[in-house]
């Protein structure tokens, strides 16, 4: 085979002058490359290295940047950068942190958006080939969206909107036969119908949306990929191109380990051990959150724990889910559905607690408003890396459900600050029959606080008091709480004795509590979310007309994008020594 | 045909032992009754004179309550409440508003959910479903969606969990070839072949996504709905029941202006015309918004109007529709789609105006996060009925949308005060093309105020100081600067000369300005929305260290039901009077 120089690659223009064997030796290059970053860098490694191939083909066949090509979620795109200017950021360890992991405007004009979250593409880019139409060009508009992502609502809406276009459009769909896990959904059986008929069985989703429809059996074969999408070039109706490709594929492991090699850390490419051992102490609340729920379905059989379609991020590995049986639902990545999924389960007198990423709950506001708490259901939604110390993709960010969730009436909002407390407020709000309850696991690794204060209920907000002191009064919630202690413990060593409160319930003030404050001269709160919004700025408004200073900290309302965390921390002034100085230059 | 008394009708049970004749001749009664309620109530007209038979057959066949049907944003449950023991609220002019629009769980325990935002009722009944088979009982449970409502991404989050429930699953699709307005979206052509084919043509929509599938071809005839009905129950997979009704059945002017009969008030039932004359002179912000984007898109062809399905609460009937042509875009009910459309639309260089009822917004607020602000995107926004002089059915409710909008980053969010002001955002909004710009209209019909100051620039936040005194500050943001202003002249009258400000921009303090008012006494703000994540406690929170006292004016965080307007204004302390009282008393 020949061999190809990578670095010679600088855009597309560079891979449309080669022959076939030429691509397949690029193809290989790349692969070999990307498990080479992969397993010293980690990220996305099965999507990335199932879509070389049809990456390749697709800037072979098109002429982007002018003809527009949108990914899903763009966690895939690790080829698309290789091909479009950033070679280096994958073959040069030096700049492996060049690129962020998804398609990002700002980094190349490849890149359309900035995007984290499935199922959107098939939309943004219906919205694409509008403008185009509406300007009279000609330009081919490509969505690729995978199998996975299919099951989210909005990826029907973009179909079904798409299909009316009547001019060129091609949706890429490409299925490896995964989700992040594994694929739910009455849709899938149609899937595999489709390929196991190599495209010719009835019926046919894309078809019955009113698509023209084409299959490639081989979607890693790049003669196969080339050749349709060659005839699908220019076309000028709505087709759906149905690709069949293997995830992970030419690394053993991830072939094998599909869910696994998802994402992954460093790992060793021949055996596909992870490189950074998991320290034996170190847990983190997925992890405290899986092992309790498997206990509370255990003790009770109407708890149901729900997911949409991230079951590793709520703990619940393959050996977990078959422990719990019935009791696990995975609606697919369906986050509105696995809301009213939970509305209907609480209805027919189950304990459904549903846990979502902090940024992907975004999608399902109206459900937690109309179909939970109009409806006065008694469901637990619990909430992972809602936090500054989350993912820092500025597509991924953890720090707006606050200001999202804890608005909505009736809806209790709570921030443990351990895992004691963690497991407490689990275990109430399955216990319970009246409240929808949101619980936000704190950010970071589990912490432990023996001496945390347990409350039978937590329906009613309850400020706790943690240490009673005089004029200044730090309020810490979440994961604040242990940063605020300590600017506490700063305070008291230079002879000032504060108050410090661990608010646990940030969608209802504490009016009692709060009261008590009004004759302070500072208060303080810090918050693991943005201000506007938020916790704080009730606590400010409660204290409106009261002389006491009231101080609000917590994050400004920005997209951060892959920030350093101690960085980010010390820019809000939410380190404890900054907390300490706070309340003190206040109280002068 | 015999006579029924409709009085006598308490429950199913009591339909349960008619002969088919007498169910005939009760549809004929209620339908009877539902023309004469309504034509002098007002309310949905089409989409429950549609469903009369239907809703009979139903309660029929299946032994509801303990058989579940959820109705699907439940505007066509008329006929269903009026079996269910709510009768004399259909036939008793006394009693018309006993009961509410929508099924309510505290009307009565064969309504499950309190629901008004369409395409949840499959994902809510799956849970239904899913929490009956944990159980091990053995109840049929019914989703009844209309073919508008299954455009909607949240349907097919619904129906693709359904299919997996592998259990008695009934999902009873209503078609009368309508949404709101016309239907739009692929999936139409596939529900016309199957209606033109009998149900048996393929692509099946349905087939595909994993369900048997029956066809009703005169889903208006009584006998054919039994049978079906009755061949269904107690199935032990999930079906799909498609029945072709006509939206409006029985009332001729509701048959041939289908739009118009969608939702209408008092009307004269011969010849459809409607009762209340509107006044010459008022105009709602719907007329005002289609008059001014009917120029704006003659003026730059790159501006495109989007709708999800209500181009009436956009002021574009169809006439407007027609003027429009292709700068006019209906994604169907699908808030998500179009924000989206409205992102790609951008990226491809036009000037997107997508409008929405405050309520239903809050399916996209992801897509308003990641798609739109994330992506600096410049697209224009418009909320409708985003007051609390809006709709005021608790599943409508229109003063969430300040919370939920203004805090995302990047994203600004204006309140105008007036129709001139109004118009001058818009025109901004769609010169600019670096900013995502969101305008709420005013609640209540349009007024105008000639000497409101017009900017050239929205893009930062420049609150205007209308009128300038001392020691009292007045901010009136949007709908509530009338009132505000109106307590500035109450004020004035007593001797006090306060400082009146329109703060124009909710999302983002004008520094400058707040800082002038660290000397006052005391600073109130008004909005017209919810206290909690809203515009006053931005400027609480801002002015927290200052000694000034913050009064935050707004409605509190709960859902109103059938509210009355003023007294709901009153429970709030925002009419002009206690505007006024409450600075004065602050001051003492």
């Not at 240490?467 to 002879?495: C, N, P, Q, V």
């Given at each position: 085979?020949?061999?190809?120089?990578?670095?010679?690659?600088?855009?597309?223009?560079?891979?449309?002058?080669?022959?076939?064997?030429?691509?397949?030796?690029?193809?290989?290059?790349?692969?070999?490359?990307?498990?080479?970053?992969?397993?010293?860098?980690?990220?996305?490694?099965?999507?990335?290295?199932?879509?070389?191939?049809?990456?390749?083909?697709?800037?072979?066949?098109?002429?982007?940047?002018?003809?527009?090509?949108?990914?899903?979620?763009?966690?895939?795109?690790?080829?698309?950068?290789?091909?479009?200017?950033?070679?280096?950021?994958?073959?040069?360890?030096?700049?492996?942190?060049?690129?962020?992991?998804?398609?990002?405007?700002?980094?190349?004009?490849?890149?359309?958006?900035?995007?984290?979250?499935?199922?959107?593409?098939?939309?943004?880019?219906?919205?694409?080939?509008?403008?185009?139409?509406?300007?009279?060009?000609?330009?081919?508009?490509?969505?690729?969206?995978?199998?996975?992502?299919?099951?989210?609502?909005?990826?029907?809406?973009?179909?079904?909107?798409?299909?009316?276009?009547?001019?060129?459009?091609?949706?890429?769909?490409?299925?490896?036969?995964?989700?992040?896990?594994?694929?739910?959904?009455?849709?899938?059986?149609?899937?595999?119908?489709?390929?196991?008929?190599?495209?010719?069985?009835?019926?046919?989703?894309?078809?019955?949306?009113?698509?023209?429809?084409?299959?490639?059996?081989?979607?890693?074969?790049?003669?196969?990929?080339?050749?349709?999408?060659?005839?699908?070039?220019?076309?000028?109706?709505?087709?759906?191109?149905?690709?069949?490709?293997?995830?992970?594929?030419?690394?053993?492991?991830?072939?094998?380990?599909?869910?696994?090699?998802?994402?992954?850390?460093?790992?060793?490419?021949?055996?596909?051990?992870?490189?950074?051992?998991?320290?034996?102490?170190?847990?983190?609340?997925?992890?405290?959150?899986?092992?309790?729920?498997?206990?509370?379905?255990?003790?009770?059989?109407?708890?149901?724990?729900?997911?949409?379609?991230?079951?590793?991020?709520?703990?619940?590995?393959?050996?977990?889910?078959?422990?719990?049986?019935?009791?696990?639902?995975?609606?697919?990545?369906?986050?509105?559905?696995?809301?009213?999924?939970?509305?209907?389960?609480a209805?027919?007198?189950?304990r459904?607690?549903?846990?979502?990423?902090?940024?992907?709950?975004?999608?399902?506001?109206?459900?937690?408003?109309?179909?939970?708490?109009?409806?006065r259901q008694a469901a637990t939604?619990?909430?992972?890396?809602?936090?500054?110390?989350?993912?820092?993709?500025?597509?991924?960010?953890?720090?707006?459900?606050?200001?999202?969730?804890?608005?909505?009436?009736?809806?209790i909002?709570l921030?443990?600050?351990?895992?004691?407390?963690?497991?407490?407020m689990l275990d109430w709000s399955v216990r319970q029959n009246e409240k929808a309850v949101?619980?936000?696991?704190?950010?970071?690794?589990?912490?432990?606080?023996?001496?945390?204060?347990?409350l039978d209920d937590y329906s009613r907000?309850?400020?706790?008091?943690?240490?009673?002191?005089?004029?200044?009064?730090?309020?810490?919630?979440?994961?604040?709480?242990?940063?605020?202690?300590?600017?506490?413990?700063?305070?008291?060593?230079?002879?000032?004795?504060?108050?410090?409160?661990?608010?646990?319930?940030?969608?209802?003030?504490?009016?009692?509590?709060?009261?008590?404050?009004?004759?302070?001269?500072?208060?303080?709160?810090?918050?693991?979310?943005?201000?506007?919004?938020?916790?704080?700025?009730?606590?400010?408004?409660?204290?409106?007309?009261?002389?006491?200073?009231?101080?609000?900290?917590?994050?400004?309302?920005?997209?951060?994008?892959?920030?350093?965390?101690?960085?980010?921390?010390?820019?809000?002034?939410?380190?404890?020594?900054?907390?300490?100085?706070?309340?003190?230059?206040?109280?002068?």
């Amino acid at each position: 085979m020949e061999k190809i120089k990578l670095s010679e690659i600088r855009t597309p223009a560079d891979i449309r002058k080669m022959d076939l064997s030429q691509l397949k030796a690029l193809a290989s290059e790349m692969r070999g490359a990307l498990i080479d970053k992969l397993s010293v860098h980690g990220g996305h490694v099965g999507p990335n290295l199932g879509m070389v191939e049809a990456v390749i083909a697709l800037h072979y066949v098109f002429d982007t940047p002018e003809d527009k090509i949108v990914f899903d979620v763009s966690h895939q795109t690790y080829p698309h950068k290789m091909l479009t200017g950033r070679m280096q950021a994958f073959t040069d360890a030096a700049h492996y942190d060049d690129v962020t992991g998804y398609t990002n405007p700002s980094e190349s004009d490849y890149d359309l958006f900035s995007l984290g979250h499935t199922s959107s593409a098939v939309a943004l880019a219906a919205g694409i080939a509008k403008a185009r139409d509406l300007k009279g060009d000609k330009e081919n508009v490509v969505a690729v969206i995978g199998d996975g992502s299919l099951s989210g609502g909005v990826a029907f809406e973009g179909l079904d909107y798409g299909a009316t276009l009547g001019s060129n459009f091609i949706v890429v769909v490409n299925d490896n036969q995964m989700s992040i896990a594994e694929n739910h959904g009455g849709i899938y059986a149609d899937l595999r119908l489709l390929r196991n008929t190599n495209g010719e069985g009835e019926p046919n989703l894309f078809r019955s949306m009113g698509y023209a429809y084409r299959y490639v059996r081989y979607g890693n074969d790049l003669k196969s990929l080339i050749e349709m999408f060659r005839s699908v070039k220019d076309i000028t109706y709505p087709v759906v191109v149905h690709i069949n490709t293997e995830k992970g594929m030419g690394l053993k492991p991830a072939e094998e380990h599909k869910e696994e090699f998802h994402y992954s850390g460093p790992f060793d490419p021949k055996t596909g051990a992870p490189l950074q051992e998991e320290s034996s102490e170190a847990e983190d609340y997925s992890e405290v959150f899986a092992r309790k729920m498997l206990v509370l379905m255990k003790e009770n059989q109407k708890v149901v724990t729900i997911t949409a379609g991230t079951p590793g991020v709520l703990g619940f590995d393959k050996e977990r889910r078959t422990e719990a049986g019935k009791q696990f639902v995975d609606v697919g990545i369906a986050e509105q559905a696995a809301v009213d999924v939970a509305s209907g389960l609480a209805k027919g007198g189950m304990r459904p607690v549903a846990g979502f990423v902090s940024s992907f709950l975004q999608r399902a506001y109206d459900q937690f408003s109309q179909d939970i708490a109009l409806n006065r259901q008694a469901a637990t939604f619990v909430v992972f890396y809602g936090s500054m110390f989350g993912m820092n993709d500025e597509t991924h960010l953890g720090f707006f459900d606050i200001a999202l969730l804890s608005n909505i009436p009736g809806l209790i909002f709570l921030a443990p600050t351990c895992r004691e407390e963690f497991e407490a407020m689990l275990d109430w709000s399955v216990r319970q029959n009246e409240k929808a309850v949101v619980v936000r696991a704190p950010g970071g690794m589990a912490v432990s606080d023996k001496a945390v204060r347990i409350l039978d209920d937590y329906s009613r907000a309850e400020y706790d008091i943690v240490r009673k002191g005089s004029d200044i009064a730090l309020i810490g919630a979440g994961t604040m709480f242990t940063y605020t202690s300590l600017a506490a413990d700063i305070l008291a060593e230079k002879g000032v004795n504060v108050t410090l409160i661990n608010p646990r319930n940030l969608s209802q003030p504490d009016t009692e509590t709060l009261d008590k404050l009004k004759g302070y001269k500072v208060v303080v709160t810090a918050e693991d979310g943005i201000i506007d919004g938020g916790f704080g700025q009730k606590v400010a408004s409660y204290l409106g007309e009261a002389p006491v200073k009231v101080i609000n900290l917590g994050l400004p309302k920005k997209f951060e994008n892959r920030y350093s965390y101690s960085a980010l921390q010390k820019e809000c002034g939410l380190t404890p020594e900054q907390i300490a100085s706070a309340a003190l230059s206040a109280l002068k």
